[in-house]
């Protein structure tokens, strides 16, 4: 199982990015899939939810209205556009692969970096 961030990079504030994850080795379709950033010295902060099979999403109430995530079945990609990035939003963001059936299955990537600063 593979998951591939890509996307990371410095921003101004009010600037935007596109956050891609590449899965691969997994049903991705039934997967639900997710986005975490995490900080140095923090816990890991859950972003955005983009569940499986319904098509619904979730996101935490500090990007709310800002970032928007989105699956692609067919080409087994994620994605988390990032509008009106704030310095807060300063962090490794990683990808996750979330399936709960006959077990837990859990899988992560290695994360990219996304820096806001003037």
């Known amino acids: 199982v593979q998951l591939v961030e890509s996307g990371g990079g410095l921003v101004q504030p009010g600037g935007s990015l596109r956050l891609s994850c590449a899965a691969s080795?997994?049903?991705?379709?039934?997967?639900?899939m997710r986005w975490y950033r995490q900080t140095p010295g923090k816990v890991l902060e859950l972003v955005a939810t983009a569940f499986s099979l319904t098509g619904g999403t979730d996101y935490a109430d500090a990007v709310k209205d800002r970032f928007t995530i989105s699956r692609d079945d067919a080409n087994q990609m994620l994605y988390l556009q990032m509008n009106n990035l704030k310095p807060e939003d300063t962090a490794v963001y990683y990808c996750?692969?979330?399936?709960?059936?006959?077990?837990?299955?859990?899988?992560w990537g290695q994360g990219t970096q996304v820096t806001v600063s003037s």
């Open positions: 996750n692969a979330h399936l709960s059936i006959w077990g837990t299955y859990d899988y």
């Open positions: 080795g997994i049903t991705f379709s039934t997967y639900t």
